[in-house]
């Protein structure tokens, strides 16, 4: 063992100063780094790096040029009578630069890992940047930044190059542990370098082993939580749902008229709806989650007017755009964006208007929590719920916010057939009760249907139909808007007289109750409201073939070809579903069968 341990007491000084240094302008540079979007990221990504991938030398020599007694600061700190160079302070300088990059590339990591929609959300609750950072985006990242302090401080306390060139090897002032190591070697004193080896590892491995068994712990503590929380799991999932809201707000409703250029397509909508709640239907890509995250504010549009229950959320022309935090809309997403630090109480908490009380934040929490039916579930958090459960916490959390209008991105997206057909109605009645404005997103044209008494259909960024339930799916303007709601049959058509058409694609005349005009180019009909009859005689009655069945537990989809037999299992003009129950009265029959296409269920649309 050396007499002299004063390596292991400078060594140890400069690095925790330069791990308490790089601890916040790591972390300050990665949240910042993660938010801008101005020119120059890549270089300034770039400077920021560069430190770990010059040689150590190369860093210590810009150092001294920079420090220097010629250099720009050194030139200022001789006004002061103070030098960096040869002095405990440079060799903290050095460790701090070549330490930095790691401290800031992993937070950098930490940060991008956190689900985005949890900002998101808080934006739309009220919360500021500062509130943000602070109780989401600094606990979440919190296991990845003490490991990036870890390694920063490894890497601070093993820096030898830059060290030597800015602080110099002085015993007793500026020597660190690597030093001691390098020249104990050089001088042949094996032993010590043997014994400042051993010193540096033990110190480095501390730190590294210390942070991940505090990781392993955590993870412990949650797996046992998450079993813990098992066995209560969607408790109370039975129920009605009632929210009334403190607030009065005038009911005016919300207009849309934006216009987005995306890379895939061009998004121009223009709408308007009330107190009713309005539904969004059509295909994936079709822009309807777009349209929900410019009306938050989360995604702004290129050009446009936005207004809900007359305030004007953004207008281009004007140059309005209000902040998520200052629009008052709750905004329920797929995966309902919980906060999975906080509690199921302090999510709830976290929506709530701010300056209320402590006792009035815990009257309307236990609110809340009983109209949501998840009463005894407020200590819980989120990855102890069920997917039913998280809805309703996010639900909750949505409306506990007072906004004037609800969001829902396919809140039903991820939940199973039975627990989704619960919740449905749990939000039918929610939605009875809430007196704001509701958008509903959904790809599902069931959905659609049981939730929304108006529907409004996209197709690549446009409004194709926008109306009543009743009207859309009855009578459909386009091809597009008819697949979107389930027809599955299809033929184009050539008017021969104004209530008789010749449908090609099925080799067949048909006639149709509702006058003709030129802009009507196809005709469809349902796949359930094809009849199968043994009377060849009414209008509209044709013989028909199967090609291939398929089977789902309650019914039969039947391929039909009209005429003849078919040549093969794909040879085939229409599909019909009948229940299992028909099927079995009709599968023995010999062919022909004899189809019916009522006049009162054939679609025209353009």
Request: charged share 15%; aromatic share 10%.
């Amino acid at each position: 063992m050396p007499l002299d341990l004063s390596p292991l007491w400078i060594s140890l000084k400069t690095s925790l100063l330069a791990t308490f240094i790089t601890f916040f302008l790591g972390i300050a540079a990665a949240y910042w780094m993660l938010r801008y979007r101005g020119k120059g990221k890549s270089l300034i990504e770039g400077i920021f790096i560069a430190p770990l991938i010059l040689p150590p030398t190369v860093v210590g020599f810009l150092l001294l040029l920079f420090f220097g007694k010629n250099g720009p600061v050194g030139k200022f700190m001789q006004t002061f009578d103070f030098s960096i160079v040869f002095t405990w302070y440079g060799a903290a300088i050095a460790a701090t630069v070549v330490s930095f990059p790691l401290m800031y590339k992993t937070a950098l990591g930490a940060f991008e890992q956190i689900d985005r929609n949890l900002l998101r959300v808080a934006r739309t609750l009220g919360a500021r940047e500062a509130t943000i950072f602070w109780r989401i985006s600094l606990p979440l990242a919190l296991p990845g930044i003490l490991a990036a302090t870890t390694l920063a401080f490894a890497r601070a306390l093993g820096e030898f190059g830059a060290t030597l060139m800015l602080a110099g090897n002085i015993p007793g002032q500026t020597q660190t542990i690597p030093m001691a190591i390098y020249f104990a070697v050089e001088a042949g004193a094996m032993d010590e370098a043997w014994f400042w080896a051993l010193a540096i590892m033990v110190i480095s491995l501390s730190g590294i082993i210390g942070v991940n068994f505090w990781q392993e712990v955590r993870e412990k503590r949650r797996a046992g939580s998450i079993q813990q929380g098992a066995g209560g799991r969607e408790q109370g999932a039975e129920g009605e749902i009632f929210y009334r809201p403190d607030s009065n707000f005038e009911l005016r409703g919300l207009f849309v008229d934006i216009e987005k250029i995306l890379p895939s397509f061009d998004l121009k909508v223009s709408f308007t709806t009330n107190d009713q709640p309005l539904g969004l239907l059509g295909s994936s890509g079709a822009g309807k989650s777009m349209i929900l995250r410019c009306i938050a504010g989360i995604e702004t549009p290129t050009r446009g007017r936005i207004v809900l229950n007359g305030r004007v959320l953004f207008d281009s022309e004007k140059g309005i755009n209000l902040p998520s935090r200052d629009r008052r809309i709750g905004f329920l997403v797929q995966n309902y964006a919980l906060f999975p630090h906080m509690s199921v109480a302090q999510n709830i908490a976290f929506g709530l208007p701010k300056g209320l009380s402590p006792g009035s934040i815990k009257v309307q929490i236990e609110g809340l929590l009983l109209n949501m039916q998840l009463q005894g579930l407020g200590d819980r958090y989120p990855h102890q719920l069920s997917g039913g459960q998280q809805q309703r916490v996010a639900l909750a959390r949505a409306l506990a916010s007072q906004p004037e209008a609800l969001l829902l991105d396919e809140p039903f997206s991820a939940l199973d057939t039975h627990l989704r057909s619960q919740l449905e109605q749990q939000m039918i009645e929610t939605l009875i009760d809430y007196q704001g404005v509701t958008l509903f997103v959904t790809h599902n044209m069931e959905e659609a249907y049981r939730l929304c008494p108006n529907l409004l259909v996209l197709e690549h960024g446009r409004v194709v139909h926008h109306g009543s339930k009743y009207d859309i799916f009855e009578r459909p303007t386009t091809v597009g808007v008819a697949q979107i709601t389930g027809c599955k049959n299809f033929s184009q058509i050539i008017l021969q007289s104004p209530q008789q058409v010749e449908a090609i694609d099925w080799g067949c005349t048909l006639r149709v109750v509702e006058a003709m005009n030129s802009e009507l180019s196809h005709i469809g009909i349902r796949a359930h409201q094809i009849l199968f009859t043994n009377d060849s005689s009414p209008e509209n009655t044709f013989p028909c073939w199967i090609a291939q069945t398929s089977e789902t537990p309650h019914r039969m989809t039947l391929f039909v070809k009209l005429h003849s037999a078919a040549n093969n299992s794909q040879d085939y003009h229409l599909q019909a579903e009948v229940f299992k129950e028909k099927w079995a009265s009709i599968k023995d029959q010999p062919f022909p069968w004899y189809v019916r296409l009522d006049p009162l269920r054939l679609i025209l649309m353009e």
